[in-house]
Every structure is written in structure tokens, then in C-alpha cells.
Nanobody, 126 residues
Framework: QVQLVESGGGLVRPGGSLRLSCKAS????????MGWFRQAPGKEREGVSC????????HYADSVKGRFTTSRDNRESTVYLQMNNLKPEDSATYYC???????????????????WGEGTLVTVSS
């Protein structure tokens, strides 16, 4: 069955860095675009970044541009999110998701929302 397992979250001070990983299994990873989403308490889940299956094109939410970098390793069926210069407003549970599309979008309706992982908690605080 489809599994997405996020890891790498933790407590970090403002300005710090974290690298999140999402290990996928149960499907042909290279056939899917992958997205990172986050959800803070009391807020809706929002798209952070995505990386396309077709050409590896990448999009970021405006709030993280220049600070976050996403990449994928199809051999390892893993997608990464490198987060630098973290801010308190980045605090959230981060999730990855797959999208059966060639392109890349931050809109959640493109994604397989039936198979969210458990997420990994990121807390940015001094």
C-alpha cells in the first residue's frame, strides 16, 4: 500500500535550519509529482513546495522562496525539503503528498489526500 513517511522535524531557533525527508513506498515514485505541505494549529493545510515528475520543475510558496529548497531522489523514492533561515511562522506539522500529474502545483486538490503521512513537527522558537 501507499506509504509516505516524513522525518527530520524538531525544535530549532529562529535563523536555524532543518532538512526534512519523505520516504515513499508502495508506488512508482518517479511517476508522481511530489509536494510538501504544512499545517499550523488552527490553520488550513497549505502548499509549501512541489517538484514535478516530468521535468523536475519546482515551485515554492512566496513565504518560503529563497529560504527553502526541495529536491527528490527517485532511486531512493525520497523527497527532501531543506529549510534555512527558519522563522517562528514556519512552525507547523509538515507533510508530503503525491500527485498523479506531470506538472507541479501547490494546490492541494491535485494531490492524493487519501494517503497523507503522519507528518513531522517543526517548531521554530527561541
Amino acid at each position: 500500500q501507499v506509504q509516505l513517511v516524513e522525518s527530520g522535524g524538531g525544535l530549532v531557533r529562529p535563523g536555524g535550519s532543518l532538512r526534512l525527508s519523505c520516504k515513499a513506498s508502495g508506488f512508482t515514485f518517479g511517476d508522481y509529482s511530489m509536494g510538501w505541505f504544512r499545517q499550523a494549529p488552527g490553520k488550513e493545510r497549505e502548499g509549501v513546495s512541489c517538484i514535478a515528475s516530468y521535468d523536475g520543475s519546482i515551485h515554492y510558496a512566496d513565504s518560503v522562496k529563497g529560504r527553502f529548497t526541495t529536491s527528490r531522489d527517485n532511486r531512493e523514492s525520497t523527497v527532501y525539503l531543506q529549510m534555512n533561515n527558519l522563522k517562528p511562522e514556519d512552525s507547523a506539522t509538515y507533510y508530503c503528498a503525491r500527485a498523479p500529474v506531470l506538472g507541479c502545483s501547490l494546490e492541494i486538490h491535485y494531490y492524493d489526500t487519501a494517503n497523507w503521512g503522519e507528518g513531522t513537527l517543526v517548531t521554530v522558537s527561541s
